[in-house]
């Protein structure tokens, strides 16, 4: 962790940061526009710099130990392996941030879920969090996935760091719970690795 804030630098950066941030409280900052938009331009990258390399205060022994065990399982799996272990990592870590997915009770109404074979298809709503039931299902929007796609994604979160392979559920939960776009998942699916 000593040799990352080494090469990043986050004080270096929060005093550029407060430098800018006087320059551009100046009330006459905008006598040179062009001066103006250089400084306005510089904390714009300075601040957004410092939020890429830090989260202060967010700070977590346990989410550290997992990603941690994430990485290291990445340097002993085979090639095939990799996209099991990042979907491992990143179901857990948002099982830990509190969005895992509701697999065996019904998002709507709570009550368990009918088994599936696992060549047959289970009704998901992405949008609640989770598994609907036959009963919920025709009030509540969902999508059809392989029952095996379900069962991978309740065996990665309760167990170890294994081969699995869910990414693309891992990509639409993270769409729709945590309201991001997760360029590195895009990345793997076009690059033509997997």
């Known amino acids: 962790m000593e040799n990352i804030l080494a090469v990043v630098q986050p004080d270096?950066?929060?005093?550029?940061?407060?430098?800018?941030?006087?320059?551009?409280?100046?009330?006459?900052?905008?006598d040179d526009p062009s001066a103006a938009q250089a400084v306005t331009s510089a904390l714009s990258h300075r601040q957004s710099e410092l939020d890429r390399v830090?989260?202060?205060?967010?700070?977590?022994?346990?989410?550290f130990a997992l990603t941690r065990t994430a990485l290291s399982s990445l340097g002993r799996v085979d090639h095939a392996q990799v996209p099991a272990v990042c979907a491992a990592h990143l179901l857990k870590t948002l099982a830990f941030a509190g969005l895992r997915p509701s697999l065996d009770v019904c998002v709507s109404?709570?009550?368990?879920?009918?088994?599936?074979?696992?060549?047959?298809?289970?009704?998901?709503?992405?949008?609640?969090?989770?598994?609907?039931?036959?009963a919920c299902r025709s009030s509540v929007e969902t999508v059809l996935v392989p029952a095996s796609t379900v069962a991978w994604c309740r065996a990665l979160l309760s167990?170890?760091?294994?081969?699995?392979?869910?990414?693309?559920?891992?990509?639409?939960?993270?769409?729709?719970?945590?309201?991001?776009?997760?360029?590195s998942l895009n990345f793997l699916f076009t690059c033509g690795l997997f």
């Open 159 to 183: 167990s170890t760091f294994a081969e699995f392979s869910v990414l693309r559920f891992c990509q639409q939960w993270v769409s729709e719970h945590g309201g991001a776009n997760l360029k």
């Open 54 to 63: 830090t989260q202060m205060g967010l700070e977590n022994p346990r989410l």
């Open 109 to 134: 109404c709570g009550r368990d879920v009918e088994a599936v074979p696992e060549s047959g298809l289970m009704a998901l709503s992405y949008q609640e969090g989770g598994a609907v039931c036959a």
């Open 12 to 30: 270096k950066l929060r005093a550029q940061i407060a430098e800018l941030n006087e320059k551009a409280a100046a009330p006459d900052l905008w």
